[in-house]
């Protein structure tokens, strides 16, 4: 067993280094004993909320007091006067102020105990330097043992994509009604805003949602199998003449897609649909194998007014890279999106689309180390808080839906998302290689 000396304030870099002004003060000493679970004395890990807020592993912890301690147990509807309190990794306050708060999440929030929420402070704030909003998640991550999967994706997104906008996120510890619930992901919320989704006022965000309901402003094209929402969050109304111009648009990018002349480079899809983020979009949902990403749920679009139709923000890859035990996407091989997905089907089709497909893919290709040290990075990160994680929710060594396989360390969880990366982007490179 060897104890180590940390010396590191300030933020580690996306390649894992750290800038040699941050390393300024001693924080915390741990013991590390080749990455097992006895780094920390987990058994006898004090859990209460000021014994988390002094300390939890260098990660802020966010402090939720709802009135009267009532349990937040709606999803549609916000809880009303909340006190939030967000806390740096040595316990001082960042940010105290009251928000609105609910429930958020469909298989998640009606199965799972840990509960992912959605925050709306009364005024904008920064979180963690991130563009001051009102509307943030909190992300539970119960199923994915090793909290990176979303991580990942958003770090894919943000890094080494030409998405025009993709979520920010941090860990922290979350206290609700004094008590400690664990390891979360806080992220921004997918909107409207000039730091966000920036369509301007009159722009659109769409989602393809198989859970839609009648209360959603939605509308259907031909070639998906389910309703795309208007996500209208820049306004408190969304008129029928919006609606009607939003869904025409997209009613004749379908039009003309599966029509003879597609792909005409002037009056084919190019004229109306983003190549570059449908490609890189599709790529990463792809190399994830995102089970969900097959135009089902979760599968969000942009439109400006005057401008082309846009994949993206990328979201919810807590069932992807390898994280699902049907539709054979426990395997790393085999195409998903592009063999599932009725667009994606057909772009495939046009030698424009495939080479620029190729030529895309070994851009991620190229950068597997570096998706590989950013897995290693996190990891190390979030090896302790996980295991405290697990003290709570138990999940290591069980069956949480829809787990292919389970280990009992975090380790373990951790080696298995890198093998199947590792295999998947093989796979990939085989078949991109052999269109």
């Known amino acids: 067993m060897n104890v180590k000396a940390q010396f590191l304030k300030g933020d580690i870099n996306e390649n894992g280094t750290i800038d040699i002004e941050d390393i300024t003060m001693l924080i915390d000493y741990y013991l590390e004993t080749d990455g097992s679970k006895d780094s920390i004395d987990i058994d006898n890990y004090d859990l209460s909320p000021k014994a988390v807020i002094s300390h939890f592993c260098q990660l802020p912890v966010m402090e939720i007091i709802t009135p009267n301690g009532d ?58 330097g991130e563009p001051k909003d009102k509307t943030w998640v909190l992300l539970a991550n119960y199923n994915d043992k090793t909290a990176l999967r979303n991580d990942l994706a958003f770090w894919m997104g943000r890094k080494l994509s030409n998405l025009d906008y993709t979520s920010s996120s941090h860990f922290i510890g979350l206290i609700l009604n004094d008590k400690f619930l664990g390891l979360y992901q806080v992220a921004e919320q997918v909107k409207i805003a000039p730091y ?28 998906c199998h389910y309703p795309i929402v208007i996500k209208d969050q820049s306004t408190d109304v969304l008129n029928k003449a919006d609606s009607a111009y939003c869904a025409q648009f997209v009613n004749t990018v379908d039009s ?60 919810d890859f807590d069932i992807a890279w390898g994280n699902v035990n049907y539709n054979d996407n426990d395997s790393p091989e085999g195409l998903w999106i592009g063999e599932k997905t009725i667009w994606f089907q057909r772009l495939l089709k046009d030698r424009n689309f495939v080479n620029k497909t190729k030529e895309r893919f070994e851009h991620f290709y190229s950068n597997k180390e570096n998706i590989i040290d950013r897995i290693d990075s996190q990891s190390r990160l979030l090896r302790n808080p996980a295991y ?25 969880e951790v080696d298995y998302l890198k093998s199947w990366i590792l295999k998947r982007l093989e796979w990939l490179k085989e078949y991109y290689g052999n269109l």
């Open 256 to 315: 003309v897609l599966f029509s003879f002349n597609y792909t005409d480079t002037e009056e084919g899809y190019a004229k109306y649909l983003d190549t570059d983020s449908f490609v890189d979009w599709m790529l990463i949902n792809e190399i994830a194998k995102n089970n969900d990403a097959i135009f089902y749920s979760s599968c969000y679009m942009s439109l400006a007014r005057g401008g082309k139709l846009k994949m993206g923000p990328l979201w």
């Open 388 to 412: 405290i994680n697990n003290k709570i929710w138990k999940t290591f060594g069980t069956y949480v839906w829809p787990n292919p396989v389970w280990y009992d360390t975090y380790e373990e």
């Open 71 to 128: 349990d937040i147990t709606n999803r549609r509807d916000y809880m009303d006067d909340v006190e939030i309190t967000l806390y740096d990794s040595n316990g001082e306050i960042l940010i105290k102020s009251t928000a609105q708060v609910r429930g958020r999440g469909n298989t998640s929030w009606s199965h799972f105990p840990k509960k992912s929420y959605k925050i709306k402070f009364n005024k904008k704030q920064s979180l963690f």
């Open 196 to 223: 966000r989704v920036n369509v301007e006022e009159d722009g659109f965000l769409m989602e393809i949602d198989a859970r839609a309901t009648d209360e959603d402003v939605h509308f259907s094209i031909p070639h």
